[in-house]
């Protein structure tokens, strides 16, 4: 996977490295997690190299400090985000399929 470059200095630059791990990472990102610890189940191997995990490890340490700078709680500002991201994707009709494939086939109804 290749590693965007971020230069985090304001909110927006935050919400821009969100959406980035949950859209081309594809990762349930909360924050505070060590990129170390993302995991592929199927391959059996680490999500990121060690040092694209030292990479995103140091942005999202950035996005710590530029949060707590401005007063943003990141964890509902994460959160928040996600949630918006969720109900646009059912707002375009998401099918079950795609939900399977995102959100494994161990659905309970």
């Known amino acids: 996977m290749e590693l965007k470059a971020f230069k985090i200095n304001n909110k927006q630059d935050v919400k821009k490295f969100l959406h980035y791990l949950k859209n081309d990472a594809k990762l349930d990102y909360n924050p505070g997690d060590d990129f170390r610890n993302y995991f592929q189940i199927i391959k ?3 999500k ?5 995990a030292k990479v995103l490890n140091r ?3 950035k996005c710590y ?4 700078k401005k007063k943003i709680d990141i964890d509902s500002f994460s959160l928040k985000i996600s949630l918006k991201e ?3 994707q059912l707002e375009k009709g998401l099918k079950e399929e795609s939900l399977k494939e995102k959100f494994g086939s161990n659905r309970t109804s």
């Open 48 to 52: 990121f190299t060690k040092v694209e």
């Open 44 to 46: 059996k191997s680490p």
């Open 65 to 68: 400090q530029t949060c707590h």
């Open 86 to 88: 969720l109900a646009s």
């Open 59 to 61: 942005i999202s340490k």
